[in-house]
């Protein structure tokens, strides 16, 4: 009698952790699937005011950036539009900026906007190869 018990929780408790398990991966593949890379659109809206507060720009800097983000506004939305050559426009207007941005900013603050600027790319679901 004893065994019997034993056994039919055994049994329960092995089909509640499949359930589980089962539920776990649903939802990890849920919210894996919105993470995916996409051909999300360029919304073109860089904050130059935060992004200058976090740089630390001086007022030269701020309008030379300012400019900058302006024009890669511009190729991005480009590239967003663009069926035809989307990853060498892509490519060009990301490592164009980079170049831009070189020149405008100190390493250090440059540095840090690669950080920003990959971070703000990959959340947009966007992959620069």
């Known amino acids: 009698m004893f065994?019997?018990?034993t056994n039919l929780k055994?049994?329960?408790?092995k089909r509640l952790g499949l359930t589980l398990v089962a539920a776990v991966c649903l939802t990890a593949t849920t919210f894996a699937a919105g993470n995916q890379p996409t051909t999300a659109k360029w919304d073109g809206n860089i904050n130059v005011s935060k992004l200058s507060k976090y740089l630390n720009l001086s007022s030269d800097q701020h309008e030379e950036v300012a400019n900058i983000c302006?024009?890669?506004s511009t190729?991005?939305?480009r590239v967003s539009s663009s069926k035809k050559?989307?990853?060498?426009?892509l490519h060009n207007a990301v490592y164009g900026?980079?170049?831009l941005m070189k020149k405008a900013l100190?390493?250090?603050q440059y540095a840090d906007y690669a950080k920003v600027l990959n971070?703000?790319?990959?959340?947009k679901g966007i992959e620069v190869k």
Do not use: A, S
């Open 3 to 5: 065994l019997g018990i």
């Open 10 to 13: 055994v049994g329960i408790m």
């Open 70 to 72: 302006e024009y890669f």
């Open 75 to 77: 190729q991005m939305e």
């Open 85 to 89: 050559d989307h990853e060498e426009l």
């Open 97 to 99: 900026n980079l170049k």
């Open 106 to 108: 100190t390493d250090k």
């Open 119 to 123: 971070i703000t790319l990959q959340n």
